[in-house]
């Protein structure tokens, strides 16, 4: 890392331009006047002013009433904590506002619409959330054991838990055998595994359904996973029966 990275670093966390500069001199200065810390700096005499006392303001220096005025860092370790808990306040107050301001017809919206979802990370973190809306039965299948991630194995142990009837399915003998007991599986005949690039399916209690694929995106590894998911809609019924019949799955009468 150079001074340009940790410069940003210090504005991702909060820091104006001038504010961080002056701290990085700061750091290097150990205490300094203005004309002082311009000059290991870009930041204008003029400017460092008010940026020293954004500092201040911030908890993050110390001004001596002296003349010329002499700044200072607070330790680093001090430094650190303040930052890092105003960026938690500030992500806490800001996703408390967007949680006031979000409208209900919002969840209306959900079940109308047939959503897409890009990456891997993702698309495993929303099948996970899926499959916490199940009160009766669970279908997930897979065709690589990564697809196994460890938070849809937990959200899937917690349906268990609460009773969901959960399946896992797939047409790799090595994500059944990856699963063991812990729950029940389906062996998909080769001849009706889809060709549909290694997808990963979720159906649950035939009102909610996730397909993935991987495409052909432009990225780095050359591919990239996308879902489309729907619930409580027509589109998410009638293609979760097709799917949960095509898997043969125990569940596709339910469905």
């Known amino acids: 890392m150079d001074d340009e990275s940790a410069i940003d670093g210090l504005k991702r966390l909060g820091l104006t331009g001038y504010e961080a500069q002056v701290f990085l001199g700061l750091q290097k200065l150990g205490s300094g006047t203005a004309s002082e810390i311009s000059e290991v700096t870009d930041v204008p005499r003029s400017q460092v002013y008010g940026a020293a006392d954004g500092l201040e303001d911030r908890g993050l220096a110390e001004t001596q009433q002296s003349r010329p005025t002499l700044?200072?860092?607070?330790p680093?370790?001090?430094?650190?904590?303040?930052?890092?808990?105003?960026?938690?306040?500030?992500?806490?107050?800001t996703f408390e506002y967007l949680e006031s301001v979000k409208e209900t017809e919002a969840e209306d919206e959900r079940s109308e619409a047939i959503w897409l979802v890009h990456g891997s990370a993702a698309v495993s973190s929303r099948t996970a959330e899926l499959i916490e809306t199940a009160d009766d039965y669970l279908l997930y299948a897979c065709s690589e054991v990564p697809m196994l991630e460890d938070p849809i194995l937990d959200a899937l142990e917690g349906a268990v838990t609460n009773g969901v009837e959960v399946f896992i399915a797939s047409a790799n003998p090595a994500v059944r055998e990856a699963v063991g007991d812990a729950?029940?599986?389906?062996?998909?005949?080769?001849?009706?595994?889809p060709d549909a690039g290694d997808a990963r399916v979720l159906l649950a209690d035939g009102e909610t359904m996730l397909l993935s694929v991987y495409s052909g995106a432009n990225v780095e590894d050359g591919r990239e996973e996308v879902a489309f998911w729907s619930s409580g809609t027509a589109f998410a019924a009638v293609l979760g029966g097709f799917l949960a019949e095509w898997f043969e799955a125990p569940v596709a009468n339910d469905v």
């Open 71 to 74: 700044y200072r860092p607070v």
């Open 76 to 93: 680093l370790e001090r430094a650190r904590t303040r930052l890092l808990d105003q960026l938690a306040e500030t992500g806490a107050e």
């Open 183 to 193: 729950f029940d599986t389906v062996a998909v005949p080769d001849e009706r595994h």
